[in-house]
């Protein structure tokens, strides 16, 4: 089975620009009620994934830090503890399935790792519902 079946693409998909800042982080996770987002680079390319904890943990770790200073962090200088590892459009279905089972979303690349999309585990359990039914 083609792993495109399951994707969303990229302009139906949330994500952020490396270069945001940790305000247009917070704002647009908050307004869409996402926990992580993907980032992307410049260049178009699939570069991580930002999660609330992300954010909590720069919080934290920041005492001086006030919401309006939020502005001035991009999130390119915030660590992440949290790897969503990409698959290609043309892998395979296990080696989504595999990647489902521990990440909420599934990066996807082209051949030149430009970030064309997500998959998400919802669909996947979905479509095997589904399938499970109609045997």
Partial sequence: MNIAFFLIA???????PFESTMRQALE???YHHY????????EGKYAGTLTEGDLLWKLKNTPELTFSDTERILI???PRRMVNTPVHISEEIENLLSLAVIQNF??????????IGIIRRREIIEYFVRKYKGM
């Avoid at 990229?10 to 952020?16: A, D, F, N």
């Avoid at 996807?108 to 430009?114: G, H, R």
């Fill in 106 to 115: 599934v990066p996807v690349v082209d051949d030149n790792e430009i970030f």
């Fill in 35 to 42: 926990t992580a987002v993907p980032l992307v680079d410049s």
């Fill in 10 to 16: 990229k302009k139906e998909t949330v994500y952020l």
């Fill in 28 to 30: 647009k996770m908050e």
């Fill in 76 to 78: 390119k200088n915030i």
